[in-house]
C-alpha cells in the first residue's frame, strides 16, 4: 500500500513562513495595535498546558492566520479566554466593567464573538457540534442558566474555527488524562487518579484529540455554514475523515519508534513501523518528518524527500506542533534541514556532525 504523503503546497508554507519570526504578531497590522494592552496583563507569566497563556493565545493565532480568517476572528482567538472561561480561571479582563474598554480597543464584532466564546458552554457547544446539532441555517441552541441562547451560522463557524485552533495548540497526553474523554468529561477525585495530575508527564502526543478536531472540521461543510469563512487547509480542506481508531493506532505507534522501543541499530523495523502510523493517520506532520530522518540514514533520498515535503506541508497547515516536545518553528526548521539533505544537500556520516548541520538557501 502506497504511504499517503501530501504535495508540498509552497503558497501555503509562504504563509506559514513569516509566522517563524517571534515577532510576527508585532508586525501584524491588525494585531499588532492590541498586542501591548494583552501583554500588560502578564499573559506571559501564567501557566497553560504545554507552556504560558501568550503561548496559547500566539499560538491559537498564528493557525487562524495561516488559515486566512478574517480580523474578528483572528482577534477572537488571540482573545478567546481573556475573560475566563470554564476550563481556565485566568480572567484577564472583568466581563463585569471591561468590556467597554476592549470593545474600544478591537471593535464591536470582534468583542462581541470574544464575549459570547468565552461566556457560553464550550462543553455544550463541540458537544452538539460533534453530534450534527445545528439547525438547518445553520444556527445552533445552547442552554445556560435555563434559558436558550441562539449561535448564528456565522458565530458557529468562528466557534468551530477556533475550537480546532484552540485545541491542536494545547492538546497533549497530560490533558488525555486530566479531561479524558472530553467532551464528556467524567470527574474523578485526584485522589485515586493523582499520577495523571503530575504535569507534564511523559509528553506523548495526544492519542484522540486530532480525531475530535477532525470532527469539528466536518461540521463545516454543514451547507448553512459552508463558505462562511476560509476552509482551514488540514485533512485536505476538512474533506478528509480520520477515526478515533486510526489516530489512536497512529499515535502508538509513533511513540514507539521515539521511545526507542524498536531496534534502531537495524533501521527496517523502525521504518516500517513509521510507515503505519503515517497510513493510520497522513494528517500531522512529525512522523513523517522522522521517517525522512530514518530513510535519509539508510541512503533513501528520494523517500526521504517525500517524506520531509510532506511534513513541512502539514506543520505549514497546521501552524502548530502535534508533538509538544518542542515549538512548532523547531520542527519547521528540523524539516527543512532534512528536506536540504534529501534534495542532495550534505547528511553527516558521523554522528557528532549532526551537531553542526544548517540551512544553506531557502526550502
Given at each position: 500500500?502506497?504511504?499517503?504523503?501530501?504535495?508540498?503546497?509552497?503558497?501555503?508554507?509562504?504563509?506559514?513562513?513569516?509566522?517563524?519570526?517571534?515577532?510576527?504578531?508585532?508586525?501584524?497590522?491588525?494585531?499588532?495595535?492590541?498586542?501591548?494592552?494583552?501583554?500588560?496583563?502578564?499573559?506571559?507569566?501564567?501557566?497553560?498546558?504545554?507552556?504560558?497563556?501568550?503561548?496559547?493565545?500566539?499560538?491559537?493565532?498564528?493557525?487562524?492566520?495561516?488559515?486566512?480568517?478574517?480580523?474578528?476572528?483572528?482577534l477572537?482567538?488571540?482573545?478567546?479566554?481573556?475573560?475566563?472561561n470554564?476550563?481556565?480561571?485566568?480572567?484577564?479582563?472583568?466581563?463585569?466593567?471591561?468590556?467597554?474598554?476592549?470593545?474600544?480597543l478591537?471593535?464591536?464584532?470582534?468583542?462581541?464573538?470574544?464575549?459570547?466564546?468565552?461566556?457560553?458552554?464550550?462543553?455544550?457547544?463541540?458537544?452538539?457540534?460533534?453530534?450534527?446539532?445545528m439547525e438547518?441555517?445553520?444556527?445552533?441552541?445552547?442552554?445556560?442558566?435555563?434559558?436558550?441562547?441562539?449561535?448564528?451560522?456565522?458565530?458557529?463557524?468562528?466557534?468551530?474555527?477556533?475550537?480546532?485552533?484552540?485545541?491542536?495548540?494545547?492538546?497533549?497526553?497530560?490533558?488525555?488524562?486530566?479531561?479524558?474523554?472530553?467532551?464528556?468529561?467524567?470527574?474523578?477525585?485526584?485522589?485515586?487518579?493523582?499520577?495523571?495530575?503530575?504535569?507534564?508527564?511523559?509528553?506523548?502526543?495526544?492519542?484522540?484529540m486530532?480525531?475530535?478536531?477532525?470532527?469539528?472540521?466536518?461540521?463545516?461543510?454543514?451547507?448553512?455554514?459552508?463558505?462562511?469563512?476560509?476552509?482551514?487547509?488540514?485533512?485536505?480542506?476538512?474533506?478528509?475523515?480520520?477515526?478515533?481508531?486510526?489516530?489512536?493506532?497512529?499515535?502508538?505507534?509513533?511513540?514507539?519508534?521515539?521511545?526507542?522501543?524498536?531496534?534502531?541499530?537495524d533501521?527496517?523495523?523502525?521504518?516500517?513501523?513509521l510507515?503505519?502510523?503515517?497510513?493510520?493517520?497522513?494528517?500531522?506532520?512529525?512522523?513523517?518528518?522522522?521517517?525522512?530522518?530514518?530513510?535519509?540514514?539508510?541512503?533513501?533520498?528520494?523517500?526521504?524527500?517525500?517524506?520531509?515535503?510532506?511534513?513541512?506541508?502539514?506543520?505549514?497547515?497546521?501552524?502548530?506542533?502535534?508533538?509538544?516536545?518542542?515549538?512548532?518553528?523547531?520542527?519547521?526548521?528540523?524539516?527543512?534541514?532534512?528536506?536540504?539533505?534529501?534534495?542532495?544537500?550534505?547528511?553527516p556520516?558521523?554522528?557528532?556532525?549532526?551537531?553542526?548541520?544548517?540551512l544553506?538557501?531557502?526550502?
Open positions: 500500500m502506497p504511504i499517503p504523503f501530501q504535495t508540498f503546497d509552497p503558497d501555503l508554507f509562504a504563509r506559514a513562513q513569516p509566522l517563524l519570526d517571534d515577532e510576527w504578531l508585532a508586525r501584524d497590522p491588525e494585531l499588532a495595535p492590541v498586542l501591548p494592552t494583552v501583554l500588560a496583563r502578564n499573559v506571559g507569566q501564567d501557566w497553560h498546558k504545554a507552556g504560558t497563556f501568550r503561548h496559547h493565545l500566539v499560538g491559537v493565532t498564528r493557525s487562524l492566520t495561516v488559515w486566512q480568517q478574517p480580523r474578528d476572528v483572528r477572537l482567538g488571540l482573545l478567546h479566554s481573556v475573560y475566563g470554564a476550563f481556565v480561571d485566568l480572567v484577564k479582563f472583568d466581563p463585569a466593567s471591561e468590556r467597554t474598554r476592549l470593545r474600544e478591537v471593535g464591536e464584532s470582534a468583542e462581541h464573538l470574544v464575549y459570547l466564546f468565552c461566556t457560553q458552554s464550550r462543553t455544550q457547544f463541540v458537544q452538539k457540534v460533534l453530534g450534527q446539532g438547518e441555517d445553520g444556527s445552533l441552541l445552547l442552554d445556560k442558566d435555563g434559558t436558550q441562547h441562539r449561535l448564528t451560522p456565522y458565530e458557529v463557524a468562528a466557534f468551530t474555527i477556533v475550537s480546532m485552533a484552540d485545541t491542536i495548540e494545547q492538546w497533549f497526553s497530560w490533558q488525555d488524562d486530566i479531561y479524558s474523554r472530553f467532551p464528556h468529561v467524567q470527574h474523578r477525585p485526584q485522589a485515586v487518579h493523582w499520577a495523571a495530575s503530575l504535569w507534564p508527564g511523559p509528553m506523548r502526543p495526544t492519542g484522540r486530532v480525531h475530535q478536531i477532525n470532527g469539528l472540521s466536518k461540521a463545516l461543510k454543514h451547507p448553512g455554514l459552508k463558505d462562511l469563512l476560509p476552509t482551514p487547509p488540514v485533512f485536505g480542506h476538512c474533506n478528509h475523515h480520520l477515526s478515533a481508531a486510526n489516530e489512536a493506532a497512529a499515535a502508538s505507534l509513533y511513540w514507539s519508534v521515539i521511545q526507542q522501543d524498536q531496534p534502531l541499530v533501521l527496517d523495523v523502525a521504518t516500517g513501523v510507515e503505519s502510523a503515517v497510513r493510520h493517520n497522513p494528517w500531522v506532520g512529525e512522523p513523517q518528518m522522522v521517517l525522512a530522518q530514518l530513510y535519509l540514514s539508510a541512503g533513501r533520498h528520494d523517500d526521504a524527500k517525500q517524506a520531509a515535503s510532506s511534513a513541512l506541508h502539514l506543520f505549514s497547515a497546521w501552524g502548530n506542533s502535534w508533538d509538544k516536545r518542542v515549538q512548532w518553528d523547531a520542527w519547521v526548521a528540523w524539516t527543512r534541514i532534512l528536506l536540504q539533505a534529501a534534495e542532495g544537500g550534505p547528511w556520516e558521523r554522528l557528532d556532525k549532526l551537531n553542526n548541520v544548517a544553506r538557501g531557502a526550502h
